[in-house]
């Protein structure tokens, strides 16, 4: 269930891709009773939150094979848009085609960037092919629509339903732990209390352009005990020193120890923007419980 306090009053949800794709899939898991409403684009998703055609948004942020996902950081700041939680997808990856196609027959395979980074071992102990394409989903799609037995798809069970497709192999993922976090997206924000559980506060940051401007800016959480589950940083406006950066850290500005940080950081900035302070998934406990060490183990 989603990690946002309350659930938009419209219950209709925006996604990028086509039916089928792990977007949807993060939708119906978070939001069972909402419409999810796809579209072509990041910027088109978004817009549709800010225009009022639908609720919010589900967008992924960042995978536990791949990494961040691309473009999302440079919408966030201007998309005037707020995070109201986070949503955390194990991923599935399906090896797909159409009736009469065999995996000795496959030379080729489309899907999005990610799904193809995600399984890039497999696609190589298998000699196929990799062919990026927009999305998942559009591309089962595209193999439902061909003629061609040499191409296949990555994408989730769920598309090959919908297309028509046969899975040749299931589960081709790399690693059991891909896993996808999206965060939720709203006009208005809606902040999680205090009391309410653990909580995400996420933000983004330019740092003055001076030595040891970063190191300084970030002193604030190490000397009162704020800890950041996230940093990145990418370039903007066209140059090679006007860096932004994006980060997640647990608690909520109103705490003491926050708020300290956070002025600390604003002193070094020439800019900070927070995006939401929203409840933290339970996928995040689950996950540091996992990787805790077995004492039966340590020697």
Not at 36 to 44: H, I, K, L, S, W
Not at 157 to 171: E, K, P, Q, T
Not at 218 to 246: I, P
Request: hydrophobic fraction near 40%; include cysteine; aromatic fraction near 8%.
């Amino acid at each position: 269930m989603p990690t946002s306090k309350n659930a938009p009053a419209l219950k209709r949800i925006a996604y990028q891709g086509e039916p089928g794709a792990n977007s949807h899939l993060a939708c119906t898991e978070a939001f069972p009773d909402f419409e999810p409403v796809p579209y072509p684009t990041f910027e088109d998703a978004l817009a549709a939150v800010k225009s009022g055609d639908v609720g919010c948004a589900m967008i992924p942020i960042e995978n536990s094979v791949a990494g961040r996902v691309a473009d999302i950081h440079h919408l966030l700041p201007n998309a005037g848009l707020y995070i109201t939680g986070e949503h955390f997808l194990r991923v599935h990856h399906q090896l797909m085609a159409k009736p009469g196609a065999t995996l000795d027959s496959i030379k080729r395979v489309m899907s999005h960037t990610q799904a193809l980074g995600q399984c890039r071992n497999t696609l190589r102990k298998l000699g196929i092919k990799a062919i990026p394409e927009a999305d998942t989903a559009g591309s089962a799609r595209m193999v439902s629509e061909s003629n061609d037995l040499s191409v296949g798809a990555l994408a989730s069970r769920l598309a090959a339903g919908i297309y028509g497709l046969n899975i040749l192999m299931s589960d081709v993922e790399d690693e059991a732990h891909n896993t996808t976090r999206f965060v939720i997206l709203a006009c208005e924000p809606d902040d999680a209390e205090p009391e309410d559980g653990p909580v995400m506060t996420t933000f983004f940051f330019r740092v003055r352009n001076v030595p040891a401007a970063l190191y300084k800016a970030l002193g604030g959480f190490a000397t009162n005990g704020v800890n950041m589950t996230k940093l990145e940083s990418y370039q903007t406006e066209g140059t090679f020193n006007a860096t932004m950066f994006f980060a997640d850290i647990e608690g909520h500005p109103v705490d003491r120890k926050v708020q300290l940080a956070l002025e600390e950081l604003s002193f070094f900035s020439t800019e900070l923007k927070l995006l939401g302070t929203y409840l933290a998934s339970p996928y995040r406990a689950e996950a540091a419980a996992r990787a805790q060490p077995d004492p039966t183990k340590i020697r």
